[in-house]
């Protein structure tokens, strides 16, 4: 039953993009068709200004950006503003400048806006040399159709971004050598999808420059001299999978991650082109960035802190053929969330605010097993710990006892909201609780001290002793020596042979060898610690008496203590 | 005299080894565990146990069962007429890791069907639940006149002390009219001599109770009977056992009646003014 469901829903989400695709694929079509670059001033010096890559993560990853949601995705794919967020400043140098932002309004839909300077001098033309200036001013939003009332539940349409960047060209100037210098205004839009298809895969499908269909004042460039100037389109279709990850990808890893990124461009006039790229993360914290693009290899490096970013890359700038550096600042502020009060029964909130409060914090230790976990959330989110549902009351309080492991425990706390989720990481470690008699006795003899100078002797007293029970507690949680509950540990006992084989095979984790005949004459085959013993002496650390005897109940002396731990470290 | 020396000096040598062992101090474990923890390797790995940076992948989640279990939930009966009279059980059997002491609360969400959202189900033998104690969640409900016909999702959510929760769902049918699932006539083919007995039987459904249901009738008007034939479940005249949603009458088919295949149409009707037709035809011959 739940895998004929599984089957109709995904059916369902096949249906509806086909339908998409097509719809888009005729109206590509179409517009393809009728896009003609008459008159190119602009294009004959490979300046195209409505068809701008700004950003520097996008240009690291080879240009191959159609399927990622980014603060860029406003000029990559707009159906990317459906998730984005944040502001951006990049700069190439003192002409070449852009600041975008992406603001999300709740309601899974964000608005942008972009102002990019693009200034180009000194071009190489035909007779003397060419100068182009322009300003680019973008709008755009990016949302899901989920605010429509029948589409709000449907699973298809919460993983479905659209988006639209409507550009306007500003100021384009251009003075080339021995002919007038012109100045043209225009006006263009990209429209675009992104399809969030799996947790960790993504298609992309942008129309850029979609008004060039037009054939009027809307997509083209109009200078002052009457003339106008086509501009080109371009269908992009992009994938991206997340391969490397730590919780939702298919190649689970803590540290690193890996992004793969790939694109095709179409062009009516031009061959298809092919963008590939990769990034690879440490620790969500530090990238590395490779891509490949029309003109050649790209690279870019990236860092992140909680809420802001530097991204660097190197690229050929198209226009003018060089190999450059663009260098981008990103700010991702934790506040910017707007929530609308609608009527529809639509999701009203933004995951990243609906889990209000939460006990638990990230890097605890704690000597127990179980930790209590309460929280706030808001209404009509369900609390998901390490997998299992926790009840949530009436006040949207919740409060759950999530039993730990010995040693580490990643506690996975997701929130469930309208069909998306967001999962929170908390590393828990819980040690070993040991009581040492000797710690108890100093503490009853700091009481009775009488003097300051006493009192500060058995303090330090007290310091070592406290510093040798957490060396304790490390191994007895690592398994290495074990301690029965409610034991009292005596420091300042004897070791006997027999209980240290015991610890040296834990700690160096030797394998214990099947023991079928008695071993010597004081270690018999039952005896427990028969393999123990066994597994020391094949591995040369401890040795048997010459008299046939182990003595595994004998007291080890000082220098023959200082022998085995020579063995041992060998 | 020379064996008295040997004697002597063997006692001698005796005497200084054991004072040599005594001299020596036995290894404590607080200096065994300083030596195990100074070698290198013990080091690594205590630094990779406090490390907050390494090891903490998705292998290290918990994913021992913490939530109870709904082992079913039902809706008793699964049709139910919105005239706010009729009873409802809705009835869920749960169980917890930590045994039925752990469970704190089941709940039900009856506002599908117009009722409160948060509707406490009992397991104290009372208010409908048959016994106490079995994990065995009971409450009792009836549907309202205003709620529209149609299945009605009910939630229900079973909570324990620790704080988990299980999620369920059953459904129930809010219908107003009975329905007739089959009829036939024993024998199929009937004489026109006003004398061999026909049985009809008719398996009627009804939301609710069946007892609700007022009257099933059979028209046999076409054949020339002008008074419709009452249907009963009382295990008489032809039924075979009372209260199972069979009805039965027994007729004749007068000599008048011509051979050939007549339509018969058998009515239903319950006390919530709900109605059921099915038709079906009986060949007379003569």
């Not at chain 1, 919460?158 to 384009?172: A, C, D, E, H, V």
């Not at chain 1, 040693?407 to 706390?413: D, E, G, R, S």
Request: glycine fraction near 10%.
């Amino acid at each position: 039953m739940g895998q004929q469901r599984r089957d109709i829903v995904d059916g369902g989400r096949m249906s509806y993009l086909k339908i998409i695709i097509l719809v888009l694929f005729v109206v590509c079509n179409l517009l393809f068709g009728i896009y003609s670059p008459a008159n190119a001033e602009l294009a004959e010096l490979g300046i195209y200004p409505f068809s701008v890559e700004p950003g520097s993560r996008p240009l690291g990853l080879g240009g191959a950006f159609a399927a990622i949601d980014d603060v860029s995705s406003s000029f990559y794919n707009p159906g990317g503003m459906a998730w984005a967020k944040g502001i951006g400043f990049t700069v190439r140098n003192a002409g070449n400048l852009s600041v975008l932002q992406a603001y999300p309004l709740g309601n899974n839909a964000s608005l942008g806006l972009g102002v990019i300077t693009r200034k180009y001098s000194n071009m190489p033309i035909t007779g003397g040399t060419a100068n182009s200036d322009s300003t680019l001013i973008a709008l755009s939003y990016g949302s899901k159709l989920t605010y429509i009332p029948f589409l709000y539940d449907q699973p298809f349409f919460k993983r479905l971004g659209f988006g639209i960047t409507i550009k306007g060209l500003m100021s384009q100037t251009l003075q080339r050598t021995g002919q007038a210098d012109i100045s043209g205004t225009g006006i263009e839009a990209d429209f675009g999808l992104l399809w969030k298809g799996g947790d960790y895969w993504n298609v992309g499908l942008c129309l850029q420059n979609g008004l060039s269909a037009s054939g009027g004042e809307l997509g083209s460039i109009k200078w002052n001299n009457g003339s106008k100037e086509g501009i080109p389109a371009r269908l992009k279709l992009g994938a991206a999978i997340d391969l490397i990850g730590d919780y939702s990808q298919p190649i689970r890893n803590d540290e690193h991650g890996v992004l793969l990124a790939a694109e095709l461009d179409f062009y009516r006039s031009s061959a298809t082109n092919f963008r590939l790229g990769g990034e690879w993360s440490y620790l969500d914290q530090y990238y590395v960035r490779a891509g490949v693009m029309e003109l050649g290899v790209n690279l870019g490096f990236g860092l992140r802190q909680e809420d802001w970013g530097v991204d660097l890359a190197s690229y050929v700038e198209p226009a003018i053929n060089e190999r450059s550096l663009r260098l981008s600042v990103l700010y991702f502020p934790k506040e910017w969330i707007v929530v609308k009060n609608l009527d529809l029964p639509r999701p009203t909130i933004s995951l990243e605010d609906v889990l209000q409060s939460i006990s638990l914090q990230d890097n605890v230790s704690t000597y127990d097993d179980r930790i209590n976990i309460a929280g706030k959330v808001k209404p009509g989110v369900a609390i998901y710990i390490n997998g299992s549902n926790v009840a949530v009351n009436d006040d949207f309080t919740f409060n759950a006892v999530v039993p730990l492991r010995m040693q580490k425990n990643l506690v996975l706390v997701e929130a469930r909201y309208e069909g998306e989720s967001k999962v929170w990481k908390y590393k828990v470690l819980r040690k070993a609780k040991v009581t040492v008699k000797e710690e108890e006795q100093i503490k009853a003899e700091i009481k009775k001290a009488q003097t300051p100078e006493e009192k500060e002797a058995l303090r330090k007293k007290e310091e070592n002793i406290i510093e040798a029970r957490q060396q304790l507690e490390s191994l007895v949680t690592l398994g290495v020596i074990e301690i029965k509950p409610d034991e009292q540990f005596v420091m300042q006992a004897g070791i006997t042979r027999g209980e240290l084989a015991t610890w040296i095979v834990r700690a160096r984790e030797l394998k214990l060898p099947l023991v079928n005949e008695d071993l010597y004459k004081d270690v018999p085959r039952n005896n427990p610690l028969a393999p123990y013993v066994k597994a020391v002496v094949e591995a040369g650390i401890m040795q048997p008496y010459p008299d046939g005897t182990f003595r595994p109940n004998a007291f080890i002396s000082k220098q023959e203590g200082e022998f085995i731990f020579k063995k041992f470290k060998k | 005299m020379k064996k008295l020396i040997l004697l002597l000096l063997i006692i001698i040598s005796a005497a200084a080894f054991a004072e040599e062992i005594s001299s020596e101090q036995a290894l404590t474990k607080e200096e065994a565990i300083k030596l195990l923890s100074a070698t290198d390797f013990m080091k690594n790995k205590i630094g990779q146990l406090l490390s907050w940076t390494i090891g903490y992948d998705i292998s290290k989640v918990n994913k021992v069962k913490l939530t109870p279990t709904i082992n079913y939930i039902k809706a008793l009966p699964r049709k139910a007429p919105p005239d706010g009279r009729t009873v409802v059980d809705i009835v869920a059997s749960v169980e917890d890791p930590g045994g039925l002491g752990n469970i704190s609360g089941v709940r039900a969400d009856l506002s599908s069907i117009g009722r409160l959202a948060n509707v406490v189900l009992v397991d104290n033998g009372l208010f409908g639940d048959e016994k106490a104690g079995d994990g065995i969640y009971t409450l009792q409900t009836s549907v309202p006149s205003r709620i529209e016909k149609g299945s009605k999702e009910i939630p229900v959510a079973v909570a324990n002390k620790k704080g988990w929760l299980a999620i369920g769902k059953t459904n129930l049918d809010v219908a107003k009219n009975p329905v007739i699932i089959e009829a036939k006539f024993y024998p199929d083919e009937a004489v026109a001599n006003g004398q061999n007995i026909v049985t009809l039987i008719a398996i009627v459904s009804n939301p609710g109770r069946l007892e609700d249901l007022e009257l099933v009738t059979a028209d046999l008007s076409k054949m020339g009977i002008n008074d419709p034939v009452i249907l009963n479940d009382l295990g008489i005249d032809g039924d075979s056992r009372a209260g199972d949603g069979v009805f039965s009458a027994q007729f004749v088919v007068p000599g008048f009646v011509a051979a050939g295949e007549y339509p018969i149409i058998i009515m239903a009707a319950n006390i919530s003014s709900g109605r059921a037709q099915y038709q079906t035809s009986l060949r007379v011959y003569r």
